[in-house]
T-cell receptor, first 115, second 115 residues
Framework: NAGVTQTPKFRILKIGQSMTLQCTQD?????MYWYRQDPGMGLKLIYY???????DKGEVPNGYNVSRSTTEDFPLRLELAAPSQTSVYFC??????????????FGEGSRLTVL | AQSVTQLDSHVSVSEGTPVLLRCNYS??????LFWYVQHPNKGLQLLLK??????LVKGINGFEAEFKKSETSFHLTKPSAHMSDAAEYFC?????????????FGKGTHLIIQP
C-alpha cells in the first residue's frame, strides 16, 4: 500500500542543468498535483492534472513542465535549473470526489538544491 | 478570491497542556476548510475538514476545530498535547466549486511540545 511515491528524495543541481522529479500513485486517482514548499511560505501549486493526457498550470508554473501519459505517473521536469528553484517539491493525488472535499494524499517530498 | 492567515508561526506548549492553533480566513462564498499536519521529512496528512455540515469538526489524534462564520475563524484545538504532536500544521481553504487549483494554503504553524 505505497500511496504516492516520489523520487529522488534529495538532489543537488548546478545552475542550467535539467532534471525530472518522478511521481507515481497506486490509488487510481484521477487528480494529481505538484506543489513547492518554501520556508514560511506554505505550499504553492505548480501544475496539476485531472486525468491522463490533461494538464494545466497552477500558481507558479514558470521553469517547469509536466506530462501525464498514464493515470499512475505525473513527472515534473525542471529545465535550466535556477537557484530560485531550490525548494521542497511535493506530489499529491486525489480522487475525483476528493478534490471537492480537499483530501489530498501527499508523497514524502523531494528536496532540491540548485547551486 | 480567498485567503487564509495562520496567526502564529510558532506555538510552544508543555506536554499534557491544551493546544490552540489559530486560523482566520477570507472568502466571498461559503468555504470548505481543512487542517493538514506535516511531520518532519514527511508529506502532509489531512487532520480534519469542514464542508458546511456540523461546525465542530473532529479529526484524527484527538484534534478538533470549530468553524465560526461570524469571526471568520477555524481554530484547531486539542485538550492535551502529546510529544508526537510536534509538527507543522497548515490551515487550507478551498475555492468555489472545489476545483483542482482551488486550494489556498496558510504559511504554517510550527508546534513545539516541551517535555
Amino acid at each position: 500500500n505505497a500511496g504516492v511515491t516520489q523520487t529522488p528524495k534529495f538532489r543537488i543541481l548546478k545552475i542550467g542543468q535539467s532534471m525530472t522529479l518522478q511521481c507515481t500513485q497506486d490509488m487510481n486517482h484521477n487528480y494529481m498535483y505538484w506543489y513547492r514548499q518554501d520556508p514560511g511560505m506554505g505550499l504553492k501549486l505548480i501544475y496539476y492534472s485531472v486525468g491522463a493526457g490533461i494538464t494545466d498550470k497552477g500558481e507558479v508554473p514558470n521553469g517547469y513542465n509536466v506530462s501525464r501519459s498514464t493515470t499512475e505517473d505525473f513527472p515534473l521536469r525542471l529545465e535550466l535549473a535556477a537557484p530560485s528553484q531550490t525548494s521542497v517539491y511535493f506530489c499529491a493525488s486525489s480522487s475525483s470526489g476528493g478534490i471537492n472535499t480537499g483530501e489530498l494524499f501527499f508523497g514524502e517530498g523531494s528536496r532540491l538544491t540548485v547551486l | 478570491a480567498q485567503s487564509v492567515t495562520q496567526l502564529d508561526s510558532h506555538v510552544s506548549v508543555s506536554e499534557g497542556t491544551p493546544v490552540l492553533l489559530r486560523c482566520n480566513y477570507s472568502s466571498s462564498y461559503s468555504p470548505s476548510l481543512f487542517w493538514y499536519v506535516q511531520h518532519p521529512n514527511k508529506g502532509l496528512q489531512l487532520l480534519l475538514k469542514y464542508t458546511s455540515a456540523a461546525t465542530l469538526v473532529k479529526g484524527i489524534n484527538g484534534f478538533e476545530a470549530e468553524f465560526k462564520k461570524s469571526e471568520t475563524s477555524f481554530h484547531l484545538t486539542k485538550p492535551s498535547a502529546h510529544m508526537s504532536d510536534a509538527a507543522e500544521y497548515f490551515c487550507v481553504v478551498s475555492g468555489p466549486g472545489g476545483g483542482a487549483d482551488g486550494l489556498t494554503f496558510g504559511k504554517g504553524t510550527h508546534l513545539i511540545i516541551q517535555p
